[in-house]
């Protein structure tokens, strides 16, 4: 293997397809969480269980390594990061449309206290 694949566990094309597959039910993820006003910190372990999915994917129709420790660990990272992205950006869509009269939104990923 080559220093990247030895890295992913798997050829680049093959792990950056799947993270990227995994990746869109990352985001629903963190959209479905945000909406039912769930904490920021429950998208860890659903990140994590969409990391082993990925890293099992990856494995059996790519012949990648199943106990790539940093493989996995930088799928899940990635799709935690996007799962925590999706999470801000609905919340503060959620808590601007929802108390209008008390916050405004400061920027796509926070808001703050109008006046």
């Known amino acids: 293997m080559s220093g990247a694949a030895s890295l ?3 050829s680049p094309g093959a792990f950056l397809g799947l993270t990227l597959l995994f990746g869109a039910a990352a985001l629903a993820t963190g959209r479905a969480l945000a909406r039912h006003w769930r904490p920021a910190w429950q998208t860890l372990p ?3 269980l969409l990391g082993a999915g990925d890293r ?4 059996a129709l790519f012949d990648g390594e199943l106990l ?3 493989g996995y660990v930088l799928g899940a990272l990635i799709l935690l990061a996007l799962a925590f992205l999706a999470y801000r ?3 503060v869509r959620g ?11 400061a920027g ?4 703050r206290r109008r006046g």
């Open 8 to 10: 992913l566990g798997a």
């Open 68 to 70: 790539s420790v940093s």
């Open 89 to 91: 950006l609905i919340l």
């Open 56 to 59: 099992f994917l990856v494995y």
């Open 95 to 105: 808590m601007v449309r929802q108390y209008p009269w008390l916050y405004e939104t």
């Open 46 to 48: 659903y990140a994590a």
């Open 108 to 111: 796509p990923l926070s808001w």
